[in-house]
């Protein structure tokens, strides 16, 4: 699994939930952490999302990578709400983005980026009538996607000829060989979506 | 098979010829065109689908202008590029395969099928929903054919598709291209490629300076070339 290959096949039954409610359950999930004011009901919604990732399959490695990245800012967050706020709430506060972040990773685990997008295009439907194209957007928005680790492989290979030839860091000799080749990339990029028929 | 002819065909790009005067009528089952970088061969491979259009001349496939109709010739003409890289849209391979039949009018459970048949015959299944940028570089082209041959073009123009690949993922996507029904026109610079191949046209400079069967035409490039 990799910053991009979130989604992890299975067929349990919040798999097979239709996208737009798995979303519409995270925004009613997050806005409840949100309004919680005791502890207590922080623990439940804890143990309702650990079940969630049980009956998901997710392994727990794929979930603690999931987690594991927010310590810092957690860390940062329970120290200022503690010195300015006090114990309780340093919890309420920190214990709410932790379980926000982890019904998030749910949904983005059990569910396939088309149908994310599909929905995406279904909201902006109405949007026609001002001129928006749904399709479109969401080809910019699985391009977006598609294209990060792209983009991370070829900073990667400027950075490893740079190493290679004994060169310092420089952010100059980084970035222009980088914005070349990406540029090089958007342009094959297009062509190969014109050959895919996405002009049609 | 279709026929792909280019009448007259003149390219420039700024001041440099790319192609000089080509007349061409491609209409065997399997075609190589090989010639030295900057030779023109991806320029006329671009054409045959209306990437590229001829600074003057035609190109045609069936009668279809490349130029004028570039929609309905890239309906019939499929287009494999050197790096799959680019022409992978989705993060999944089972989406990047169904990305090529989002117009197709067909349903869900319909392209699902022909998503799954198609990655049963690369040998993807396994893979389907594989994120695409942690696959193989064989495997990578694999996808990008499968999401070309998915939309059952008449033709499929391969330019280097090879090149990238080790000797063994060469052979596997060269095997593939050589026994596809389909009409394949190959650019490559890997010559015992084309020995099952039905005819070799060879480049040079923008002209056309043999083609033939492979043996001849490769011959004649590789003199060109010593």
Redesign the interface.
């Known amino acids: 699994m990799?910053v991009?290959?979130l989604?992890q096949?299975g067929s349990s039954v919040l798999h097979r939930i239709p996208a737009g409610w798995k979303l519409l359950g995270m925004l009613l999930a997050i806005v409840a952490l949100v309004a919680a004011t005791r502890p207590w009901q922080l623990g439940v919604a804890a143990v309702l999302v650990a079940v969630g990732f049980a009956i998901a399959r997710i392994p727990f490695r794929v979930t603690w990578a999931q987690l594991w990245p927010m310590r810092w800012m957690i860390l940062f967050v329970a120290l200022f709400q503690l010195i300015f706020s006090g114990p309780e709430r340093a919890i309420m506060v920190c214990g709410s983005l932790l379980i926000s972040v982890a019904i998030a990773a749910l949904v983005t685990l059990t569910t396939?980026?088309?149908e994310m997008l599909d929905v995406c295009q279904w909201l902006l439907r109405p949007l026609r009538r001002v001129g928006v194209d749904p399709?479109r957007v969401g080809?910019v928005l699985?391009?977006t996607?598609?294209c990060i680790?792209?983009l991370v492989?070829i900073v990667r290979d400027v950075s490893d000829a740079r190493k290679a030839r004994g060169a310092g860091f420089s952010l100059r000799a980084m970035a222009a060989p980088a914005v070349v080749r990406a540029l090089r990339?958007a342009d094959?990029?297009g062509?190969?979506?014109?050959?895919?028929?996405v002009?049609? | 098979m279709a026929e792909i002819r280019f009448t007259a065909v003149h390219h420039r790009f700024g001041d440099r010829v790319v192609l000089d005067g080509i007349e061409l009528n491609l209409s065997q089952h399997r075609v190589g065109i090989v010639g030295a970088n900057g030779s023109g061969k991806s320029t006329l491979a671009r054409m045959i689908n209306g990437l590229i259009r001829p600074t003057s001349g035609a190109v045609t496939v069936d009668g279809l202008d490349t130029a004028a109709k570039g929609r309905e010739v890239r309906r019939r003409v499929g287009f494999v590029f050197t790096d799959p890289d680019n022409q992978i849209v989705m993060p999944t391979v089972a989406e990047d395969v169904a990305f090529s039949l989002r117009r197709s009018g067909l349903t869900k459970p319909e392209i699902a099928e022909r998503v799954a048949a198609v990655l049963r015959r690369f040998q993807l299944h396994d893979h389907a929903d594989h994120p695409t940028h942690l696959l193989s570089g064989g495997q990578k082209q694999l996808l990008a054919l499968a999401a070309v041959l998915i939309t059952r073009p008449d033709v499929v123009v391969a330019d280097e598709p090879t090149t990238l690949l080790d000797l063994r993922n060469a052979r596997m996507v060269n095997d593939l291209l050589a026994g596809m029904p389909e009409q394949v026109v190959l650019v490559t610079h890997h010559l015992h490629l084309l020995d099952q191949f039905d005819r070799v046209v060879v480049l040079d400079s923008g002209q056309v300076i043999a083609d033939g069967p492979p043996p001849a035409a490769v011959d004649a490039y590789t003199r060109l070339l010593t």
Do not use: C
């Open positions: 990799t991009i290959g989604y096949a396939r980026v088309t399709d080809l699985a391009l996607i598609r680790p792209l492989g990339s094959a990029i062509d190969a979506l014109i050959a895919r028929g002009d049609d």
